[in-house]
């Protein structure tokens, strides 16, 4: 029988395909005790599939490449972490040395004291936390159980599950798996992001999945409604194969746009750079016609390794982005480790009571004197062969600024000493995503070449909202009348100072949310290749004088609706 079930669309795209139902985490183990002859044989086994367990998670990070590092590494390290955790580990060989347990059983009791734990935490985001324990609590039993861990798929396979972790997602899409629908999850949680990087159609919040969808059921996934049909009838498919036609027709359109300029319909050029973490991604943006990449992500080169790369590593790392842009502009942001970024050279520390407030970003630098000279000279050196300027993150007052200039003067002045050919200047600019640092811009602008605007932490740190924290997700939105008015604040004060200003984080490659910024007098854009023709497209059918006009009302708004009101407003 059809069934239309409601959702959250979090990665655009439709999908059909077959049902595969993954039920909720739960190890239906039955008690089973063993002879005290058995005990050794039992830890074997149990050390075996953790060892299995850690070799696993080596070998898909081993995979990663580009984004993917970024965005599934730090999963992966996190459950990796999880894997050595004392606690974890001494309690399961306790309970199979003195209670005589199985080493499936110790692992489900194991399992529930933690869970015990977890449950009884007030914070909703340490409490989500379990969801990480269970997902390495499951590959261990699945090496107990000598079989492949729960996330091999089938072309054509739209998978049903609880929630899904940003580490399984690149696995599934590369094994066939179409769709991803979800009973929980937020469209703002990490796993949403690398969907829509991944361009995997996921629909999250369908609450009555499990009542609805069995193993082998015919779906249809809609990734832009967050409607799913179940066993779709003759209407249901004419319907898919039109949005699939649609949707062939728009790629074509698009492709229309790589060579046009993005310019508005009042005659205004715009901006549009692109993020980067890989080459892949810079030959990406060449094509489709960006200004320069706007923030080239450098953290890749640090990530999974035990020592930190030199400056020749670096160097090249940097040159080669540069020479790929040929000529245009690349900015490259000085190392951003910390908080949830760890590394393994132990450059971080691991032990932090709050790393999202802590040792990270220009403060990690400056406390690392010999790590931040090296990628200043490297950074300079690149400077050679293209435009670079030089972007430092998580700026939160003027005296930081001030060192890094006199740093970067001094690493200049040495290598042109040394023979080195360096451009004659090096723009230096700050990315804006502390909210202290916004409101305090007038005390440090003179001091900075350019600005860029990271609006995934300043929205977080403004609003005091975990953007990781998917209980926390209809409370973390740029679509705040307090984000509104410090975006137009940080904005106003670099246009009357002359100093260019950017937007590099989510929202910025959001087409949807372009008309807002284009109305707060954004006039530069840094997002994701992926989605550069949509933004291009939109900016070329705005009307910049038109929308800067209603600008007013804009920051009226006194809540997310009235600000959603405007948005409509402005594309009906």
């Known amino acids: 029988m059809r069934t239309l079930l409601p959702g959250h669309g979090a990665s655009r795209g439709s999908a059909l395909g077959r049902a595969r139902v993954r039920l909720p985490h739960a190890l239906d183990v039955a008690e089973q005790r063993i002879a005290a002859s058995e005990v050794a044989a039992e830890l074997e086994r149990l050390h075996q599939a953790v060892a299995a367990t850690r070799e696993e998670m080596h070998r898909l990070r081993q995979r990663l490449h580009g984004a993917l590092v970024m965005e599934v590494g730090e999963f992966l390290d996190l459950h990796a972490l999880l894997l050595d955790d004392p606690e974890l580990l001494h309690g399961l060989d306790e309970l199979i040395r003195t209670g005589r347990y199985s080493a499936d059983y110790a692992l489900r009791l194991q399992r529930d004291r933690l869970a015990a734990v977890f449950d009884g935490m007030d914070d909703p985001y340490l409490k989500s936390r379990m969801d990480d324990l269970d997902h390495v609590i499951g590959r261990i039993h699945a090496h107990l159980q000598k079989r492949e861990a729960d996330t091999a798929g089938v072309a054509g396979e739209i998978l049903i599950c609880d929630n899904v972790a940003p580490s399984e997602l690149a696995q599934l899409q590369s094994q066939g798996v179409v769709a991803i629908v979800t009973a929980a999850g937020s469209a703002l949680s990490h796993s949403a992001i690398l969907a829509r990087s991944l361009h995997l159609p996921l629909v999250v919040g369908t609450t009555h999945a499990w009542q609805h969808i069995n193993d082998g059921d015919v779906l249809i996934v809609d990734g832009n409604t967050g409607e799913v049909v179940v066993n779709p009838d003759a209407a249901d498919l004419r319907e898919y194969r039109m949005r699939l036609r649609d949707a062939a027709k728009e790629e074509r359109e698009l492709g229309r746009l790589r060579s046009k300029p993005s310019r508005t319909r009042d005659g205004v050029d715009i901006a549009l750079y692109a993020n980067a973490e890989s080459l892949d991604d810079a030959a990406r943006a060449h094509a489709l016609g960006a200004s320069g990449i706007g923030l080239y992500r450098t953290e890749f080169l640090f990530l999974q390794r035990n020592e930190l790369p030199d400056e020749e590593e670096q160097f090249r790392a940097y040159r080669d982005m ?251």
């Open 322 to 572: 540069v020479l790929g842009m040929s000529g245009r502009p690349v900015t490259i942001r000085t190392l951003d480790l910390g908080a949830d970024k760890a590394d393994r050279t132990g450059l971080t520390l691991s032990d932090e009571d709050n790393p999202a407030l802590g040792l990270r970003g220009i403060r990690l630098s400056l406390a690392s004197d010999g790590v931040f000279d090296t990628q200043l000279r490297a950074i300079a050196r690149a400077s050679a062969y293209g435009q670079v300027r030089i972007l430092v993150p998580m700026v939160s007052s003027r005296e930081e600024i001030l060192l890094v200039r006199r740093r970067l003067k001094r690493v200049t002045a040495k290598l042109r000493k040394q023979g080195y050919e360096i451009a004659e200047r090096l723009p230096l600019g700050a990315m804006i995503e502390v909210p202290a640092a916004a409101i305090a811009l007038h005390s440090f602008v003179d001091a900075v070449d350019f600005l860029s605007i990271g609006t995934n932490d300043l929205v977080q740190y403004l609003l005091a909202a975990d953007r990781n924290n998917e209980a926390l997700g209809e409370l973390y939105s740029p679509l705040h009348p307090g984000v509104i008015r410090l975006l137009r604040h940080i904005i106003g004060i670099s246009t009357e100072h002359g100093i260019p200003v950017s937007v590099c984080g989510e929202i910025a490659g959001d087409p949807a949310l372009a008309p807002l910024l284009l109305a707060l007098g954004l006039t530069e854009f840094s997002l994701h290749p992926a989605t550069l023709l949509e933004l291009r497209r939109v900016i070329r059918n705005s009307d910049l004088s038109a929308l800067r006009a209603r600008a007013g009302k804009l920051l009226q708004a006194r809540d997310r609706a009235g600000i959603e009101r405007w948005l409509k407003a402005t594309t009906s």
